[in-house]
C-alpha cells in the first residue's frame, strides 16, 4: 500500500472508531442512567409498600384466627431441606452472603412483578452450569411438575419479550431471576425460599412438614409466544378458559351476582406487590349458592393455581380450601365471550386468588392500549394472616420463644 493510500485507509478508518466507542460509551452511560432510575424506583415502591408492618389481607380488616394451626400433614419436606441444602452448598461465599436472610426478614416482602425492581439474592444469570442445576432441582422438590413447567415456560417467555423488544436482553430475559433463603434450610424450625423476577414470583415457607406457598405470582407478556427461540411456548391458558368455563355455568341469576362489570377497560387486580394488608370485601356469588356441579367446578378452578405446589402439599391446600367452600366468593369483570377479555377472583378465608387480563406494557409498541389476552396477571394469597407462613411463625415463636 502507498503512503496516500495508508493515510487514506487510516483516515476513514478513525471516524469509524471513535463512531463505534462513542456508541458503546453512550450505551454504557444510558445503561447506568437507567440502572440508577430502577433503584429509585424500587427504593420508593419499598418505601410506601413496607411502610405498615405485616398484617395480611383481611375481608373487613379484622384477622380471622384459627384458621392455619401448626399440624403435622403427614407429607415429608425431607426432599425440599435437602435440595435448598445443596443449593447453598453450592454457592460461593459472596453470593452465599447476599443470598441468605433470616426467616423473619423483611425481605419476604420485597418482591415485584416489574422488570425493573432491584432484587437480592442470586440471579439464574449468574449462576455457573451446577448452581443452576441444583437451583432447578430445589424448584423441582418444591413445586409439581406443572408448577415447575410453568415456570420455566414463563422464564421463557420472558426471553421472547426480550426478543420483541429489538432484542433488549438487559431488561428482559430467561435467566434474569433470583432466589433468596430465608433461615436455614431444617426439618423441625422455620425456613423458606423466594423466586422473584418479572412475571414470576413464589414464596415457599417451610415449618416441619407444614409448606405455604403464597404470595405467588405468574404471568406473561406475551402470554403466547408466535415467534422466535421459544414460538409455540403459551402460559395460563386452562386458568384462562377454565375461568370462562365456570362462569357460563351460572345461570342468569346467578350471573347477576357474580358479574361486577360487564366491561374491561383496564387492570383489575388489587393484591400484587407490596399489598400485603389489603382489605376486600366479599363479592359475587357464594359456594353455599352453587349446585354440586358447579362447586366441582369451582374446585377445579382453583385447583389450577394450588397444584403448582407439590402434590402432597397440594392435596393438603385443597382440603383446607374445600372446608372453606361455601364461603368462597367467585367474582367476575368484562364479557363471556369466546374472545373476551376479563378479571376474576376467588376469596375466602384461606385463599385468594385473581386473574386478570391487561393491558399492554412492556409491548406497547405492538398492541394497542387496552387489556389483551396477550398479557396476563394471576395472583395466589393466603389471607388472614398467613402469606409467608407468617401466622404458623407467630405460633412457632409463641411456642418456641427465639432470642
Known sequence: MSGRNKVQAGA??????????????????????????????????????????????????????????IESTGVSTEPVVAAAAAFLEALTEQQHARTVFPVDDPEWRKWMNQHFYQRQGVSFAEMDENQRQVAFT??????????????RDIMRLNQTLGELNANNFEEYGEWLYWITVMGDPSGDEPWGWQLDGHHLVVNYFVLGDQVVMSPVFVGSEPVVAESGKYAGTAVLQAEQNEGLAMLRSLNDAQRHMTVLELTKDGNNNV????????????????????????????????????????????????????RHLDETYFAWIGGNEDDSVYYYRIFS????????????????????????????????????????????????YAQHPHL
Open 12 to 69: 476513514s478508518f478513525a471516524p469509524a472508531f471513535l463512531l463505534t466507542t462513542f456508541a458503546v460509551a453512550l450505551s454504557f452511560a444510558q445503561s447506568a442512567d437507567r440502572q440508577q432510575r430502577f433503584r429509585e424506583m424500587s427504593a420508593s415502591a419499598e418505601a410506601g409498600g413496607l411502610a405498615e408492618p405485616y398484617r395480611g389481607v383481611t375481608a373487613n380488616g379484622e384477622l380471622v384466627y384459627g384458621l392455619f394451626p
Open 138 to 151: 430445589l424448584l423441582e422438590a418444591s413445586l409439581s411438575a406443572k408448577g415447575l413447567q410453568l415456570s
Open 271 to 322: 393484591g400484587e406487590a407490596f399489598s400485603d394488608n389489603i382489605n376486600l370485601g366479599y363479592v359475587g356469588i357464594p359456594g353455599a349458592l352453587l349446585s354440586s356441579a358447579q362447586r366441582t367446578r369451582l374446585l377445579g378452578l382453583i385447583g389450577l393455581y394450588v397444584n403448582n405446589l407439590r402434590d402432597g402439599h397440594a392435596a393438603v391446600k385443597m382440603s383446607e380450601v374445600e
Open 349 to 396: 378465608p384461606v385463599i385468594l386468588i385473581e386473574f386478570d387480563h391487561q393491558k399492554p406494557a412492556n409491548l406497547r409498541h405492538i398492541y394497542p392500549p387496552q387489556p389483551m389476552r396477550q398479557h396476563i396477571h394471576a395472583i395466589v394469597r393466603t389471607p388472614n394472616g398467613n402469606d409467608y407462613g407468617k401466622d404458623l411463625l407467630r405460633q412457632h
